[in-house]
């Protein structure tokens, strides 16, 4: 398996709470990604990043921030929790070439729960 | 707008059969295309990617093809067993996007 981590791996929280989850990767891989997937959604693509400190939105990036300020972590936001940010998450690693995406590995995920 | 389709929610097939799922796109001009394999409370595991200007990529028993006139991959497990069970989900990616948008998946069950 890529050297690929997310922590916690289980987290329940209250709406209105900052949550911050982490992916560590020990690849090297350039790029990094932040997904969740939702019943009948699949695999939503919220941020990524292409290096250090260079980061885009994806699809769903309301109420979503990330962070990377080495290449190893990639942190992902929720400012202020709600209801409808309950899902699973996935963190993804690709690279290390750069000019097209590689095949993509992915993390254990986080399930996250916001009562 | 831009959408990816999984021809069905759930495939049940004989073991020993051969399952073909289905994934079609519309507003993609795709370069490449994956295809993960996802277990139960586990992450995507990559299979294989396909080319836009190739026709058909073979790994063992799995088979993908991909027709960008249709706008559809098919990907084929022969003689399936029921360790191949899961949820298969496709990926395309667009040249120079640095990112790939999935479909919803189909989940498998090989039935002994």
Redesign the interface.
């Known amino acids: 398996d890529a050297g690929i981590t997310q922590s916690p791996r289980h987290k329940v929280t209250e709406t209105g709470t900052p949550v911050t989850l982490r992916c560590h990767q020990t690849e090297n891989h350039r790029?990094m990604?932040w997904?969740r997937q939702d019943p009948?959604?699949?695999?939503?693509?919220i941020h990524?990043s292409?290096g250090v400190k260079d980061t885009d939105k994806?699809?769903v990036s309301d109420g979503y921030s990330v962070s990377r300020s080495k290449t190893e972590d990639f942190l992902l936001t929720l400012e202020s929790a709600t209801s409808s940010q309950t899902s699973v998450y996935?963190c993804?690693i690709s690279g290390p070439t750069s000019?097209?995406?590689n095949?993509?590995?992915?993390?254990?995920?986080t399930r996250l729960t916001v009562l | 707008s831009q959408k990816i389709e999984q021809n069905s929610e759930a495939l049940n097939i004989q073991e020993g059969k051969t399952a073909t799922l289905t994934c079609n796109y519309t507003n993609y001009s795709p370069a490449y295309l994956q295809w993960y394999r996802q277990d139960p409370g586990r992450g995507p595991v990559f299979l294989l990617l396909i080319r836009e200007n190739e026709k058909e990529k073979r790994k063992e028993r799995l088979k993908v093809t991909f027709d960008t006139t249709l706008k559809q991959s098919l990907f084929h497990i022969t003689a399936s067993q029921p360790a191949d069970s899961a949820t298969y989900l496709c990926a395309l990616e667009t040249l120079g996007n640095e990112k790939l948008t999935f479909g919803t998946g189909t989940r498998l069950t090989i039935i002994p």
């Open positions: 790029y990604y997904y009948g959604h699949g695999l939503r693509l990524y292409y994806g699809e996935f993804a000019g097209r995406v095949e993509q590995f992915f993390g254990p995920g």
